[in-house]
């Protein structure tokens, strides 16, 4: 399986870097990032592997410039996001939504009938909820199910406990999980529906991508068993 990763930096896209750098099956995986060495090196301590190969992307709201690089590639994991704390709806919407359908129109012309799409939304994610991030990850979900991949899956995980060394660019959330390290296998071992790891969370994804899911929009008690 070849794969298109964007989002290599983030807590999640770390941890799905990690596991497909590890996984066999993995053969190339295509990092897309603004600056060189920002997505191959961290991966939560996975160290630079031959499969990755970065693409620096100047404008991630227009890919037409690098759309040739995409072709031949099988699945499309899509990590990027932000926290919506202190932004204002058109501003998050800019990030959450114009980028993620930019870069899915421009994988999708690359491997027309041929790309499986998996973006990372989060839990409570409604296009019809009062609080604005749910309503554009919504929004934005959607949108991706309406277009024509060969497959597209939506995770909503909920809690994501970061492993192997993988820290959350968020200060704030780092701060939290720093404080809550020797509670975080009890968490697990209580809610294991509701809390995941990014390891958890990427190999679930790798396995999603190859051999499908009943369901197109996964919660966290799916990504558990998924």
């Known amino acids: 399986m070849r794969v298109i990763l964007f989002g290599a930096t983030g807590m999640v896209g770390q941890g799905v870097l990690r596991e497909c750098v590890r996984n066999p099956s993995v053969e190339a995986v295509l990092s897309v990032v603004r600056r060189a060495g920002s997505g191959t090196a961290s991966a939560g301590g996975a160290t630079r592997s031959e499969k990755v190969r970065e693409l620096i992307a100047d404008d991630f709201y227009n890919f037409s410039a690098i759309e040739n690089e995409f072709a031949g ?12 704390v202190g932004m204002k709806e058109p501003e998050y919407r800019r990030v959450t939504y114009d980028i993620t359908l930019a870069a899915a129109g421009a994988v999708l012309r690359a491997n027309p009938g041929e790309m499986t799409f998996i973006y990372v939304s989060g839990a409570g994610t409604d296009a019809k909820g009062r609080a604005m991030w749910a309503r554009v990850k919504g929004e934005t979900e959607n949108a991706l199910l309406a277009m ?11 809690g994501i406990v ?65």
Not at 180 to 208: S, Y
């Open 162 to 226: 970061p492993m192997h060394g993988i820290k959350s660019k968020t200060a704030v959330y780092q701060a939290i999980y720093t404080v809550m390290t020797p509670l975080l296998p009890m968490l697990l071992r209580m809610f294991p529906k509701q809390i995941t790891t990014t390891e958890q969370l990427g190999r679930a994804m790798l396995r999603v991508a190859k051999y499908g899911y009943p369901k197109q929009v996964l919660e966290s008690a799916d990504i558990a068993s998924a």
């Open 73 to 84: 590639y099988d699945a499309c994991f899509f990590c990027l996001g932000i926290s919506s």
């Open 148 to 158: 024509p991949f060969k497959a597209a899956y939506m995770f909503r995980p909920g």
